[in-house]
């Protein structure tokens, strides 16, 4: 089958599983994400990419959209270069300093948008054109207007995509029109930041009039169902989006609110949460399959390149081995046995662009064992320097 | 880690998985499980029971409170004494014949309590007190009044549990109230379906005084999050009912409506589900290790026997490999990575009595490789047989 496309991961918070649970999303970035975020060296975001990139290779994700912390980006695509999951990566933009944020994640406009066009230099097209940049302002509260407008001219210049957080909370949500005087999804169109070059992780909280010029825009929705379950964000409303015309994709986010990087779980768990709102047949199997596929190569802009297996598309494959127990008996229909009932242990192999990455289970392209280790001595350090420990 | 248990499961429709998708309880059980039950013979019944014990062995539950089917009960005992697993387990009973349900599954109130009689005379503390009876109406509405009454004093008798289905969806809980004329959980309570004895499935349509009144008695709730999302009837109010003070296990329901029979899934659900509701706080992660063992352990009548590694208790034991990328780094608390990282596949070993029964990730007692060929050759008979091939 294709391999499958997360669109909204955060590589760094790899190294975070486990550090923050039972917190809505306010206390969340400002009592662990950002001290945690503030605390990573080139070390930490390079091995905690690592431990990321081989749980999802692992798991049957072949391609990501990724937000990385302020400094470091460099590290995390060194570790992608090296695993070869194909990736568009950004650094996170964020120039107004928000509440609790420590000074490490502080940057003015001008330092934060010069590294991102230094990320771009460097890495747009990468590894056979396997690693894209994204430019990846984290949300609206913690960035200037002449920020996100200089992101989507970014964008632009570049051909890529423009990968954010948008309407995650009801908090979030009144945050910007207090401090815009605008609807979420009005403002970030105002600053360029909609259409089919962007996408928007979360929209728990977008109204009707709102899903309908997401629709219109061709803005690319990111649903996390576990992390907003998590944070107690609450619960997209998917099948309204995808009968409005919207673009949809599934992503896990960051393994410090859900707690795994697992596209099985988040494809089963999109699925059921629709069901006691709109009914039992509600977002069936093939449509959440879509998500994971079709969905998350719009979402990446890459749409003619993955998400099927077809004639000029590139060889990112998986080989299922549905012969455990719990996928037995053989189905029906083998759709309802992937979202429902397989789990990331029944992926064989996995390839990107032709390459085997993932052989009978196994990583061939970097010791699993050296990842866990240096990514227990790194949470061990960060932890510390956290002052979490 | 002490075994983990399950209170409520159907292995006689482990061979069902992927055939009853997207449908609600009422159309699931007429148009698909109805059909499917009444086409069971001795031996699918009994390769149902091997396939649905194989994946609950290898996935880390060790004990279980099953309901099988109308007929053929002693085989699912066969294929439990063989495998290892432990079990509480009870034929379904149902006297009044619902709309929808073929004949062969229809029984007069003699009749289906001398089988249950039988069961028990047979098997009650068979395999070294390994398996026991319950006695199982299926649910009010296919159960008459002296069928209820009889079966809580066939309980008595032999000191077994009643297990049943309550209040799980909006229609059942009006259908109850119609045709009895009293809620469901005080009409349960006047036919003696009650207390630490009783284990009620579901529980999602129960009202602030109902939850007071299961408290009161000491009943046993079942929360099922999967099955509840899957049928679309609704979530659970679980933090309310242990803050009034109940009794609650967890299960996975079975494969039909599920499709997994995962108690990491299950337990995952189980907190994400209601943070949104209630805040990221709600159902914290120890608690939902607490509905898995000690929960489960009384939900079976064997809390003295089973649910945690202590002097005199049986040794159902797990050993966890908590090193693959997934479950790393290690977490400051392993139960957080138990409940919201783990998966089946990280169980390694697994003990039930002191008796090991898998070994490095293998089943040992049976052979997987059978009981895969013989359940797919059974679930193609099945659905020949229900006419839905």
Redesign the interface.
């Known amino acids: 089958m294709p391999g499958l496309i997360q669109a909204h991961i955060h590589l760094c918070q790899t190294?975070f599983?486990?550090?923050a649970?039972?917190?809505?999303l306010e206390q969340?970035l400002s009592r662990r994400i950002w001290p945690l975020e503030a605390a990573h060296t080139e070390e930490t975001v390079f091995w905690s990419a690592m431990?990321g990139a081989?749980?999802l290779l692992?798991?049957g994700t072949t391609a990501i959209l990724d937000m990385e912390t302020v400094h470091h980006t460099h590290a995390a695509f060194r570790a992608l270069e090296r695993i070869g999951l194909r990736a568009v990566v950004g650094k996170c933009l964020m120039d107004a300093h928000p509440e609790g944020a420590p000074l490490e994640l502080a940057e003015s406009t001008d330092a934060a948008l010069a590294e991102a066009e230094s990320l771009a230099r460097r890495w747009h097209g990468a590894a056979g054109d396997r690693l894209r940049v994204c430019f990846a302002p984290r949300f609206v509260p913690s960035c200037s207007g002449p920020l996100l407008r200089a992101t989507s001219e970014l964008a632009e210049l570049f051909d890529a995509q423009v990968h954010t957080h948008a309407a995650e909370t009801i908090v979030e949500r009144e945050t910007v029109l207090r401090t815009t005087g605008m609807e979420e999804i009005a403002y970030l169109d105002s600053v360029g930041i909609s259409g089919k070059r962007a996408a928007l992780a979360h929209c728990v909280w977008v109204d009707q009039h709102e899903t309908v010029r997401l629709a219109r825009q061709g803005t690319n929705v990111v649903h996390c169902p576990?992390s907003?379950?998590?944070?107690?964000?609450?619960?997209a409303r998917v099948p309204e989006l995808l009968e409005a015309g919207c673009r949809v994709a599934i992503g896990a986010d960051g393994?410090a609110c859900?707690?795994?990087?697992?596209v099985f779980?988040e494809m089963?768990?999109a699925a059921?949460?629709q069901?006691?709102r709109?009914?039992?047949?509600?977002l069936?199997?093939g449509q959440v399959l879509e998500l994971a596929t079709v969905g998350g190569a719009r979402a990446l802009g890459l749409e003619d390149e993955i998400g099927a297996i077809t004639v000029g598309k590139r060889a990112d494959l998986l080989v299922m081995d549905l012969?455990?127990?719990?996928?037995?008996?053989?189905?029906?229909?083998p759709v309802?046995?992937l979202v429902?009932?397989a789990?990331?242990?029944d992926v064989r192999d996995v390839f990107v662009d032709g390459r085997a990455l993932v052989l009978g289970h196994e990583l061939v392209t970097v010791s699993?064992d050296e990842?866990?280790r240096e990514?227990?001595r790194?949470?061990?350090e960060l932890?510390q320097r956290a002052q979490?420990a």
Do not use: F, Q
């Open positions: 190294l599983r486990g550090l649970d039972e917190l809505r969340w431990l081989a749980e692992l798991g576990s907003n379950l998590m944070l107690g964000s609450g619960v393994a859900n707690n795994r990087l697992d779980a089963r768990l059921l949460i069901k006691p709109l009914g039992a047949e509600a069936p199997a012969r455990g127990p719990h996928v037995t008996p053989p189905g029906a229909d309802s046995h429902y009932a789990c990331p242990s699993v990842i866990v990514a227990g790194c949470a061990g932890r979490l």
